[in-house]
């Protein structure tokens, strides 16, 4: 990559809360500060689709019938993404290829990834207090123009809001990669408990760096590992941990059995709750256990 700004941006969508259910993967290849290319890739995920998720961006079953799986992409982007930059914003995109990447055994991509959304936090921290650090909350504070949840519109304003920060902070592509950057990996289950964990109180504040600072989560249904085990993982990694539902919660972790098994069936009121604030919305993701470990491990 060149010395300021040659980078790819990329973005995911997802099937269902399992973030391996990858069905649109964005990629905008940013040069010399400017859009190079774009490319939308959609995706078989094998897996079914939440209403939920195609009410947020609009992807349905048929839109990806005979299209490749992510283990013939995986093959495809791998060869793109060599040795280059590769920026995303929140660990969501990072945390759901590499949990793609476990689920067809590939392999992690041979890249290293920088959060827009830690480097907006460094370099603008008044949006703190003033809608946060979301995608649509910076696009909005920078003029930047998007249609949100679409892959690679999604990865072009990630791209725009990073060079924001390199002419507005001063601190080049490279010094925000070595002081953020995450190697790739692969990552399929966390050591599990057997006995689930159910609901206890839990809430404290996260610590002030992590690939999840700035985010607010909310743990519901049965874990594998104890619930306060959960609570000091996510807030080491950056979040605050709350017990109640609210417009402050961006991430509602989900047991993964309660995960897979209440389509159809009987869902936590955090849960429910959690779903209709989305589609009013809301920026919040709904994660199963499996995925938070993922993030919270980096």
Known sequence: MSEVTDFIALDVETANADFGSICSIGLVHFRAGEV???????????????????????????????????????????????????????????????????????????????????????????????????????????????????????ARAAGLVLLRAISEGGVTLQQWVDELGYESTATSKPLRRTRPSYATKCAQSGAATGPLAGETILFTGALQIPRAEAARAAAGAGCDVVDSISRKVTILVVGDQDLRFTRGQEKSSKHRKAEEMITRGHAMKIVGETDFMAMVSG
């Open 36 to 154: 190079f290319k774009s490319l939308t890739i959609l995706v078989d995920p094998e897996d079914d689709f939440d209403p939920v998720n195609i009410g947020i961006h609009g992807i349905r079953p048929e839109d990806v019938a005979g299209k490749p799986t992510m283990a013939r992409v995986f093959p495809v982007i791998s060869t793109a993404l060599q040795d280059t930059a590769i920026v995303h914003h929140s660990p969501f995109d990072r945390t759901a290829l590499a949990r793609a990447a476990g689920k067809y055994g590939t392999g992690g991509l041979p890249c290293t990834w920088l959060d827009s959304l830690q480097v907006a936090r460094r370099t603008w921290t008044g949006l703190r207090d003033d809608g946060g650090y979301g995608l649509a909350n910076l696009a909005r504070a920078f003029g930047i123009h998007f249609k949100h949840h679409d892959a690679a519109e999604d």
